[in-house]
Structures are given as C-alpha cells and as structure tokens.
C-alpha cells in the first residue's frame, strides 16, 4: 500500500525533495516583515532604490486585477499567475503572466488589449 498526501506525492519522495532543499542550504534566511505601506521608496530610503510610480499597494492591486480578468475560465485546476516589473530606464511597466494548462495566446491577446486602453488614458491625463 502506498501512502499519499492527497495527490501522487508519496511521502518518500516528500522526504527525498526536503533533503535534497537542505542539502543545498542548511541555514534557511532570516524571516523578515514586508510591510505593504503606502509609500514610494526613494533613493537612500533603502539603499540605492529608485523613486518608484507605484507604491506598493497599488502594483500588488494591479497584479490582483489583471489575474482576475485573465481567470476566464471558472476551474481551480487551470491557475494564472500575473507578475509586474516596473522600470525607471526606459521607463515602463513589464506584465508576466503563467499558466499551467490551456492556450496562453488569447489571455495574451486580451491583456494588450485592455494594457492598450489603460495607456491611452494615462497618456490623456498625463496631457491634461
């Protein structure tokens, strides 16, 4: 009888994989709290960082929106994983986004689409 943890994992290859994490490192790092203030970081705030455009709060916001509307299908085993990267140069957004299953060309095709409109809005209030 083979012994499961609610899927195929068995638990001799559970215990094989968390030998194998501890074997390449033994002192795990220090837990340290992120706080989701609302800030923009600036230079010498950390070190060296650049003044972001979004704070925190709002760029995890925005990660949460467009996993939501990339989600077009209402099953729990087909995941989406949206990730941004902003840019200072050039300056700039970067959307990332993964699937596990299906076709990631038409939530592609979608997202430019609405990342197009939004950037046609900002330009427009940016101008006003």
């Known amino acids: ?12 290859r559970l215990a094989e994989n968390i030998t194998l994490l501890w074997m390449l490192d033994k002192e795990p790092g220090k837990v340290e709290e992120n706080s989701a203030q609302e800030r ?6 950390k070190g060296h960082e650049p003044l972001r455009q979004l704070t925190f709060i709002r760029e995890r916001d925005l990660v949460d ?6 989600a077009f299908r209402d099953d729990a ?12 140069n050039p300056e700039g957004l970067i959307i990332r986004i993964a699937m596990n299953t299906g076709e990631l060309e038409p939530v ?3 997202l430019s689409t609405i990342v ?4 046609q809005v ?6 006003s």
């Open 108 to 110: 592609k095709k979608g």
């Open 65 to 70: 929106h467009l996993a939501f509307i990339s």
């Open 116 to 119: 197009a409109l939004l950037e």
């Open 40 to 45: 923009r970081f600036t230079v010498g705030s």
């Open 122 to 127: 900002a330009t427009r209030r940016s101008r």
């Open 1 to 12: 009888m083979r012994a499961t943890l609610g899927s195929d994992v068995d638990r001799k």
């Open 77 to 88: 085993d087909k995941v989406i994983a949206v990730c941004v990267e902003e840019h200072q």
